[in-house]
């Protein structure tokens, strides 16, 4: 079974700052992988997603992701945050490969950008 | 383009009352999925739709929930009678299938039981 553990339920950074939200995950095929952002109530919007092309993952807003099939990780990263980052992101693994699989997700990382 | 869209918003019920949820998807998604999501949690998944079939409900609590995608675009979610345990926010989300499985959420129904 598919499982994704997300490494920090609260991460805080300043503005300008690296931001790194870390995912590690679990899967016994080949994954396909998921970076989601959720702002104050709204539903969940598709960061980026992996689906076993090229490692390093570009998404929206600046992000991206590599994933490491060595270390079962599929790291999140923005080399510099800006204050309308701060919101809930999700790591998320599809439990079929190359199907429509159902997605299993993390339990969140909460990002505050400090001024 | 419209995207998925929700309604109600919020709702607030006193327990052991119904309830119900609707989700418009996006035009042309044949995939329509449920999530509930508790406070400072991931979404779980409820039940998901191919078309009007559902084809994965194994974690539906079908002693009090009941869905249907009568005609396979709208759905509606009920509750009934609700526990104060269902307080949470359930989002609807669709695809259009195949491999890359990018699924597009809702807004969600944040429901308070009393």
């Known amino acids: 079974a598919q499982s994704v553990t997300q490494l920090g339920s609260h991460v805080s950074v300043s503005e300008g700052a690296l931001v790194l939200l870390r995912c590690n995950y679990s899967?016994?095929?080949?994954?396909?992988l998921f970076w989601y952002v959720q702002y104050p109530n709204q539903g969940l919007q598709l960061l980026l997603k992996?689906?076993?092309?090229?490692?390093l993952v570009k998404g929206i807003n600046g992000f991206e992701a590599e994933f490491k099939k060595s270390e079962t990780s599929f790291h999140l990263t923005k080399p510099s945050a800006h204050m309308s980052d701060a919101a809930e992101y999700f790591c998320?693994?599809?439990?079929?490969?190359?199907?429509?699989?159902?997605?299993?997700f993390g339990k969140g990382t909460k990002l505050s950008v400090k001024p | 383009e419209a995207g998925v869209v929700q309604s109600p918003r919020y709702k607030i019920i006193e327990k052991k009352q119904p309830v119900a949820f609707w989700c418009n998807p996006i035009?042309?998604?044949?995939?329509l999925y449920w999530y509930l999501q508790n406070l400072g949690q991931g979404p779980e998944l409820l039940i998901r739709?191919?078309?009007?079939?559902?084809?994965?409900d194994s974690q539906l609590p079908k002693d009090r929930f009941s869905a249907e995608r009568l005609k396979g675009v709208d759905s509606t979610l009920k509750i009934q009678p609700a526990e104060l345990g269902d307080s949470a926010v359930y989002l609807c989300?669709?695809?259009?299938?195949?491999?890359?499985?990018?699924?597009?959420f809702g807004p969600g129904t944040r429901l308070t039981v009393l």
């Open positions: 989300a669709s695809s259009a299938g195949g491999k890359n499985n990018e699924q597009f």
């Open positions: 899967s016994s095929v080949p994954p396909y």
């Open positions: 992996y689906t076993s092309a090229a490692t």
């Open positions: 998320a693994v599809s439990d079929l490969a190359g199907s429509q699989g159902n997605l299993i």
């Open positions: 035009s042309g998604h044949n995939t």
């Open positions: 739709y191919e078309n009007e079939e559902a084809v994965d």
